[in-house]
């Protein structure tokens, strides 16, 4: 029988990270896991409080569940549990309230580094997700179309779908400050001074920096504050704003990989 919590029993994890690995516990292998213990996960998750961090939790273990079966490494896995087909119900999520104003925008952009600046432009721009997509790319990205125009052309981590995304000529400027000619070396996109890939917390907390010291010159200019945001409200922001511009939906859906429209609606404000 595999080793996992009886029913009812609390995972001593709330709010902190490794729930998956206590919940989905050793000696437990992928041909043990069950659509219902997935349920149980998401139930708990919500009785604890924690729905939203439990649909994440699930979908990074559907994410790892698909890549097994892609790739054969565990022979006999032929169905992936995590999936809606399989009778899952991810917990109820409300919209994402928080929209980053132009003007919030900008005065975080006037404080923020380089590097702090492409992470924004780019999420922002492209609605790709920052944390698992655009943190992780290099110069490869950049690319020519068939019509000799510059592009983002990449797969998505999540859906292993190939996009292509013009870069406009303010982005074009923004990448060319950052890392100067990159046909001569393949190099991270969104890199430290050294070089190097950035780790998302890193980034993340030169964000919070940047916001730290906009909100000084807004104090004291008699403006209100910003209230704290991530890169992720920036994909909401893209989203949002495309759709005012009368984009439709399911474009918005494409580019920001959602298996459906529900998903993409929480994005838009």
């Not at 649909?55 to 006999?76: D, F, Y």
């Not at 949002?240 to 990989?257: F, N, R, V």
Request: charged share 25%.
């Amino acid at each position: 029988t595999p080793a996992r919590p009886a029913k009812g029993k609390r995972p001593a994890t709330d709010g902190k990270p490794g729930a998956l690995r206590v919940y989905f516990a050793p000696p437990m292998t992928p041909l043990d896991l069950t659509p219902s213990m997935v349920n149980e996960f998401l139930e708990l998750g919500a009785e604890l409080g924690r729905p939203v961090p439990a649909n994440r939790e699930k979908a990074a273990l559907s994410s790892c569940m698909s890549w097994l079966i892609r790739t054969g490494k565990v022979p006999g896995l032929l169905v992936n549990p995590c999936l809606r087909a399989s009778g899952i119900k991810r917990n109820a999520e409300s919209a994402r309230e928080r929209y980053v104003t132009h003007d919030e925008y900008k005065d975080v952009w006037q404080q923020a580094t380089l590097s702090t600046r492409l992470l924004m432009e780019i999420t922002y721009r492209s609605l790709q997700r920052p944390e698992s997509d655009i943190i992780n790319w290099d110069t490869s990205v950049i690319a020519r179309s068939p019509e000799g125009k510059r592009v983002l052309k990449f797969r998505q981590f999540k859906t292993g779908k190939t996009m292509q995304i013009e870069i406009d000529p303010a982005l074009d400027d923004l990448i060319t400050q950052s890392l100067g000619d990159v046909r001569q070396l393949r190099q991270p996109l969104i890199r430290t001074q050294k070089g190097h890939h950035y780790t998302y917390d890193g980034i993340s907390t030169m964000l919070k920096k940047a916001i730290a010291k906009a909100n000084q010159r807004r104090t004291a200019q008699g403006k209100p504050k910003i209230p704290s945001f991530g890169f992720r409200d920036l994909k909401g922001k893209g989203a949002t704003d495309m759709w005012l511009s009368g984009e439709p939906l399911e474009k918005i859906q494409a580019l920001c990989g959602h298996g459906d429209k529900t998903t993409t609606e929480i994005y838009v404000k």
